[in-house]
């Protein structure tokens, strides 16, 4: 049992040494480094494993994935062989030993092989030195030796100018850089430095450099203890800081202050010098920029020292406010009147654009009272941008300051004219395109003297009053914007206001898409009661929001069932079309196109069928039957009445010419006619109608047969009607109906109509009261229609259409 155990753990043993004679090859040198462009020679020794069937004549050689030439292996002895490599040029590669056995290659042991060159004498030693704390030195090492290099940075003491080899320290490294740490520096002696580099192919040293510590000296960073204005002094900021602990003592000092303002790149810098015993250091930043905050960070240097410190962290301050110079931007809507006699003016305006900028607003200051009487100024305060006032029907004048802790900006001042001004109609004409990146808006003013204008700009569909942008613009009759301030495929409303100090004159205004699509949805079609060969289609106007650009016309589609399709063309005005030539008894399919520059859609469709007969077809049929049967009648009740005289007609006794029938038989046929004639006129009635119609019609557009509903000429300005094509879009012009809609829609728009006509009244007396002509030229024309009244309510537009 015992003896058993025995064998089994000498077996155990034994195969235990047999796995580890199949790695029993070796290849030596292992990992050699060589000098590049050497010879390099390796052996491989087999394993005893292989023999006897394998011996060193079975070994092959590989260099990477190439065999080595067979010339080039040398058998030593019955297990080891060696090959010989010249010329090894490889900075890394990879030799292998293989045999050969039987055709079968077995690898047997593989080593990396290296070549380079030796080392380089380090050169250009510096050395930066942390007082107390750190003392490090780089160096370069020249010549890329691709072997693994070992420096070691040596410090000498020197004495008048000698090396001394006491006091020797050394440091290792295996980069181009060491540190020594808690340097013992007697800071009375003086040091140099030196580099020894090695590898296995060589060793180089550099001289012995002498470096001074002082020179190399480099402080921590200092500390900011504060950046603060000085109450009562301006354009001032003082910054005080401390200096780090460990300096070298007795040198004297330099710091450098930077400082920059919030709104510049580049920074300015000022030089403090310190004696050295200083802990802290101040100075005073001048001519600093009002109401501004500043960043600064300080550094210092040893007078001695090539060494600056890093920038310490940096700290901001503002300076002392001034109060702000620039008037705010000021714009404002008026809505037309409630029934009180009051109104809301939406007051709004823009950030202070003075440069620098005025320090924190506080907030801005508003201040409103009637023209006439200053006494009863009102002021409010307010944080936001805008406000709304809920004022008369008087003229007011408003003002709005911006205040900081030092005060107040001076006042932007907008007059709210009275609400029943007239003013004349300075821009003659307004027209807006498109180029690749900007909107264009251009107008003519008929008064060159004046040189300011306001442009207002909004979605048409936009109802909040303080959704409006605008811009002032002097001395200059275009304004440019780029795109991307409008949205495509959205109608906006442009006005211009010519500006005279705080007053303003009546605006020209302009729609305008900047890109148009099609419209998003048709129009439904919808028809009359058809007749035998023509019917009435109608249809309404799509949407303002679907609509996507200026419609310009309707394209009315109509197919017999099993027929062609046809189409007819009309204006974008005209909302009903009489279709004419049409096959009675048919089922038709009739479907309307919007169509606007950027194309067309269709809307549902509508199927309706032609009658048979139509009115004038049935009086054809109906006249003889009522005719004979009216007849018939009188036949019959000549009979009754006068049976005899019928006797006698029938059967005459005495033939008596004296005696004729002519009394009686005009009265018959007079009744006959009159009969007839209330029939026809009946009838008549319907052709008459159409008649007038179609001769109202053909006044309207002689050219075409159409049905318009309304057509108003009436514009605002010229403008309106001559946009000129140029460039890539020119835009449509809005006309009174447009604007009359938009009234109906937007309250606020109503106030630009009343605010145009104060510049009669106020500014232009000589316009208005002497020459009532002159008024007239300039006011739009539905103005003239409303001549004495106030201003125009959504009644007259009423009426105005229905004209
Ligand atoms: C073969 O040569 C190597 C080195 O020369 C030697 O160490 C080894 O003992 C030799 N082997 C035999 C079997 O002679
Ligand atoms: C190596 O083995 C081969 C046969 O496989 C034999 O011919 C040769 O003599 C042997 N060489 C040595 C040195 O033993
Ligand atoms: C060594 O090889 C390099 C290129 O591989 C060649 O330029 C050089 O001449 C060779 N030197 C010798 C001594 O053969
Ligand atoms: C020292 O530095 C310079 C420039 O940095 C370089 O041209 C020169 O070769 C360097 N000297 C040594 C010995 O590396
Ligand atoms: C500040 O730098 C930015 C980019 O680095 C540059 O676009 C801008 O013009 C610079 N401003 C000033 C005032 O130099
Ligand atoms: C900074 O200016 C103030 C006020 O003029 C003065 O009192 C102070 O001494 C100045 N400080 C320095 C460091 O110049
Ligand atoms: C303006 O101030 C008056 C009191 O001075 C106040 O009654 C009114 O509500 C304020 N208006 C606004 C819009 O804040
Ligand atoms: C309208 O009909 C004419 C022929 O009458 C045809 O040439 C034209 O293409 C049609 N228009 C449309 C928009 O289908
Ligand atoms: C209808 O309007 C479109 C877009 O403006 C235009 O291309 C087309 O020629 C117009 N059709 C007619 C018949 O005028």
Same mark, same amino acid.
């Given at each position: 049992?015992?003896?058993?155990?025995?064998?089994?753990?000498?077996?155990?043993?034994?195969?235990?040494?047999?796995?580890?004679?199949?790695?029993?090859?070796?290849?030596?040198?292992?990992?050699?480094?060589?000098?590049?462009?050497?010879?390099?020679?390796?052996?491989?020794?087999?394993?005893?494993?292989?023999?006897?069937?394998?011996?060193?004549?079975?070994?092959?050689?590989?260099?990477?994935?190439?065999?080595?030439?067979?010339?080039?292996?040398?058998?030593?002895?019955?297990?080891?062989?060696?090959?010989?490599?010249?010329?090894?040029?490889?900075?890394?590669?990879?030799?292998?030993?293989?045999?050969?056995?039987?055709?079968?290659?077995?690898?047997?042991?593989?080593?990396?092989?290296?070549?380079?060159?030796?080392?380089?004498?380090?050169?250009?030693?510096?050395?930066?030195?942390?007082?107390?704390?750190?003392?490090?030195?780089?160096?370069?090492?020249?010549?890329?030796?691709?072997?693994?290099?070992?420096?070691?940075?040596?410090?000498?003491?020197?004495?008048?100018?000698?090396?001394?080899?006491?006091?020797?320290?050394?440091?290792?490294?295996?980069?181009?850089?060491?540190?020594?740490?808690?340097?013992?520096?007697?800071?009375?002696?003086?040091?140099?430095?030196?580099?020894?580099?090695?590898?296995?192919?060589?060793?180089?040293?550099?001289?012995?450099?002498?470096?001074?510590?002082?020179?190399?000296?480099?402080?921590?960073?200092?500390?900011?203890?504060?950046?603060?204005?000085?109450?009562?002094?301006?354009?001032?900021?003082?910054?005080?800081?401390?200096?780090?602990?460990?300096?070298?003592?007795?040198?004297?000092?330099?710091?450098?202050?930077?400082?920059?303002?919030?709104?510049?790149?580049?920074?300015?810098?000022?030089?403090?010098?310190?004696?050295?015993?200083?802990?802290?250091?101040?100075?005073?930043?001048?001519?600093?920029?009002?109401?501004?905050?500043?960043?600064?960070?300080?550094?210092?240097? $040893?007078?001695?020292?090539?060494?600056?410190?890093?920038? $310490?962290?940096?700290?901001?301050?503002?300076?002392?406010?001034?109060?702000?110079?620039?008037?705010?931007?000021?714009?404002?809507?008026?809505?037309?009147?409630?029934?009180?006699?009051?109104?809301?003016?939406?007051?709004?305006?823009?950030?202070?654009?003075?440069?620098?900028?005025?320090?924190?607003?506080?907030?801005?200051?508003?201040?409103?009272?009637?023209?006439?009487? &200053?006494?009863?100024?009102?002021?409010?305060?307010?944080?936001?941008?805008?406000?709304?006032?809920?004022?008369?029907?008087?003229?007011?004048?408003?003002?709005?300051?911006?205040? *900081?802790?030092?005060?107040?900006?001076?006042?932007?001042?907008?007059?709210?004219?009275?609400?029943?001004?007239?003013?004349?109609?300075?821009?003659?004409?307004?027209?807006?395109?498109?180029?690749?990146?900007?909107?264009? @808006?251009?107008?003519?003013?008929?008064?060159?003297?004046?040189?300011?204008?306001?442009?207002?700009?909004?979605?048409?569909?936009?109802?909040?009053?303080?959704?409006?942008?605008?811009?002032?613009?002097?001395?200059?009759? *275009?304004?440019?914007?780029?795109?991307?301030?409008?949205?495509?495929?959205?109608?906006?409303?442009?006005?211009?206001?010519?500006?005279?100090?705080?007053?303003?004159? &009546?605006?020209?205004?302009?729609?305008?898409?900047?890109?148009?699509?099609?419209?998003?949805?048709?129009?439904?079609?919808?028809?009359?009661?058809? !007749?035998?060969?023509?019917?009435?289609?109608?249809?309404?106007?799509?949407?303002?929001?679907?609509?996507?650009?200026?419609?310009?016309?309707?394209?009315?589609?109509?197919?017999?069932?099993?027929?062609?399709?046809?189409?007819?063309? @009309?204006?974008?005005?005209?909302?009903?079309?009489?279709?004419?030539?049409?096959?009675?008894?048919?089922?038709?399919?009739?479907?309307?196109?919007?169509?606007?520059?950027?194309?067309?859609?269709?809307?549902?469709?509508?199927?309706?069928?032609?009658?048979?007969?139509?009115?004038?077809?049935?009086?054809?049929?109906?006249?003889?039957?009522?005719?004979?049967?009216?007849?018939?009648?009188?036949?019959?009740?000549?009979?009754?009445?006068?049976?005899?005289?019928?006797?006698?007609?029938?059967?005459?006794?005495?033939? *008596?010419?004296?005696?004729?029938?002519? @009394?009686?038989?005009?009265? *018959?046929?007079?009744?006959?006619?009159?009969?007839?004639? &209330?029939?026809?006129?009946?009838?008549?009635?319907?052709?008459?109608?159409?008649?007038?119609?179609?001769?109202?019609?053909?006044?309207?557009?002689?050219?075409?047969?159409?049905?318009?509903?309304?057509?108003?000429?009436?514009?605002?300005?010229?403008?309106?009607?001559?946009?000129?094509?140029?460039?890539?879009?020119?835009?449509? @012009?809005?006309?009174?109906?447009?604007? !009359?809609?938009?009234?109906?829609?937007?309250?606020?728009?109503?106030?630009?109509?009343?605010?145009?006509?104060?510049?009669?009244?106020?500014?232009?007396?000589?316009?208005?009261?002497?020459?009532?002509?002159?008024?007239?030229?300039?006011?739009?024309?539905?103005?003239?229609?409303?001549?004495?009244?106030?201003?125009?309510?959504?009644?007259?537009?009423?009426?105005?259409?229905?004209?």
């Amino acid at each position: 049992m015992f003896s058993c155990l025995i064998w089994m753990f000498v077996l155990l043993c034994s195969s235990i040494a047999d796995e580890k004679s199949i790695r029993d090859a070796d290849i030596f040198p292992s990992s050699p480094e060589i000098e590049r462009g050497s010879t390099l020679k390796l052996f491989c020794v087999l394993g005893k494993h292989y023999t006897p069937h394998r011996n060193a004549s079975h070994i092959i050689w590989k260099l990477n994935h190439e065999l080595i030439a067979q010339e080039n292996y040398n058998i030593v002895n019955e297990t080891v062989s060696s090959v010989t490599i010249h010329n090894f040029t490889y900075s890394k590669a990879h030799v292998k030993c293989f045999t050969k056995y039987l055709g079968k290659k077995q690898l047997l042991v593989h080593t990396e092989v290296k070549s380079g060159f030796p080392p380089d004498t380090p050169g250009n030693i510096s050395c930066i030195y942390y007082f107390d704390t750190e003392l490090t030195c780089t160096w370069t090492s020249g010549r890329e030796t691709n072997l693994m290099t070992k420096y070691t940075l040596y410090r000498k003491m020197m004495r008048e100018g000698r090396v001394i080899l006491q006091n020797t320290v050394a440091c290792r490294s295996k980069t181009e850089s060491c540190s020594f740490y808690y340097p013992d520096t007697p800071y009375s002696s003086s040091f140099c430095f030196q580099v020894k580099a090695e590898n296995v192919l060589g060793e180089a040293s550099s001289d012995c450099v002498p470096i001074p510590l002082e020179r190399i000296e480099k402080f921590e960073p200092p500390e900011i203890l504060s950046v603060k204005k000085i109450a009562g002094i301006k354009q001032l900021l003082t910054v005080t800081w401390k200096m780090p602990e460990k300096i070298i003592p007795s040198q004297d000092l330099i710091c450098q202050v930077q400082y920059r303002n919030l709104y510049s790149n580049s920074s300015e810098f000022v030089t403090v010098p310190l004696s050295s015993g200083d802990r802290t250091g101040s100075c005073n930043l001048t001519s600093l920029w009002d109401s501004t905050e500043y960043s600064v960070a300080v550094r210092c240097i $040893s007078a001695v020292s090539v060494f600056w410190s890093e920038w $310490s962290r940096g700290k901001t301050a503002s300076t002392e406010e001034k109060a702000p110079s620039e008037k705010v931007d000021l714009w404002r809507v008026i809505e037309s009147s409630h029934s009180a006699g009051s109104r809301s003016v939406h007051l709004m305006w823009k950030p202070l654009n003075s440069f620098p900028p005025s320090g924190r607003i506080l907030g801005y200051k508003i201040q409103y009272f009637p023209e006439n009487n &200053a006494a009863l100024k009102m002021t409010n305060i307010s944080t936001d941008k805008k406000i709304t006032l809920l004022l008369n029907e008087e003229a007011y004048l408003v003002s709005v300051t911006a205040y *900081n802790s030092a005060g107040d900006s001076p006042e932007a001042i907008l007059r709210i004219p009275p609400a029943d001004e007239k003013t004349s109609q300075i821009i003659e004409t307004v027209r807006t395109f498109t180029t690749n990146e900007e909107v264009v @808006v251009e107008w003519i003013a008929s008064e060159p003297e004046v040189t300011k204008y306001v442009v207002e700009w909004y979605e048409e569909l936009e109802t909040d009053p303080f959704g409006r942008s605008w811009q002032y613009v002097s001395d200059s009759t *275009n304004w440019k914007t780029n795109k991307k301030n409008f949205k495509p495929f959205i109608c906006y409303n442009i006005l211009v206001y010519p500006s005279y100090g705080d007053k303003l004159a &009546a605006p020209c205004s302009i729609q305008t898409y900047v890109q148009e699509k099609k419209p998003s949805e048709g129009p439904v079609a919808d028809t009359d009661i058809p !007749g035998k060969n023509e019917v009435t289609v109608k249809w309404k106007e799509i949407s303002k929001d679907k609509r996507n650009g200026f419609i310009s016309n309707y394209t009315i589609f109509y197919k017999p069932e099993g027929g062609k399709e046809l189409n007819e063309t @009309v204006n974008a005005d005209v909302l009903q079309y009489r279709l004419k030539s049409l096959q009675a008894n048919t089922q038709y399919t009739v479907y309307i196109m919007a169509s606007n520059n950027a194309g067309g859609t269709t809307g549902e469709p509508k199927t309706f069928k032609t009658l048979k007969f139509d009115k004038e077809d049935i009086i054809f049929i109906a006249l003889p039957v009522g005719l004979s049967m009216l007849f018939l009648l009188g036949l019959w009740i000549t009979c009754i009445l006068k049976k005899h005289a019928f006797k006698k007609v029938c059967w005459p006794d005495v033939p *008596n010419p004296a005696e004729s029938i002519a @009394v009686e038989w005009p009265l *018959n046929t007079s009744m006959n006619n009159s009969f007839l004639k &209330a029939v026809t006129s009946e009838a008549k009635t319907v052709d008459f109608e159409d008649d007038i119609r179609s001769q109202m019609r053909s006044a309207l557009i002689p050219a075409k047969e159409l049905l318009p509903i309304e057509t108003l000429e009436d514009d605002l300005c010229e403008s309106q009607q001559s946009s000129i094509k140029n460039e890539e879009n020119v835009n449509e @012009v809005l006309k009174l109906e447009d604007f !009359g809609e938009k009234v109906l829609f937007n309250p606020y728009l109503k106030n630009s109509v009343k605010t145009r006509e104060f510049i009669i009244s106020e500014s232009l007396p000589e316009h208005s009261k002497n020459e009532p002509q002159s008024q007239s030229t300039v006011l739009p024309p539905f103005q003239q229609n409303v001549t004495g009244q106030p201003y125009i309510t959504l009644d007259m537009f009423g009426l105005a259409t229905a004209h």
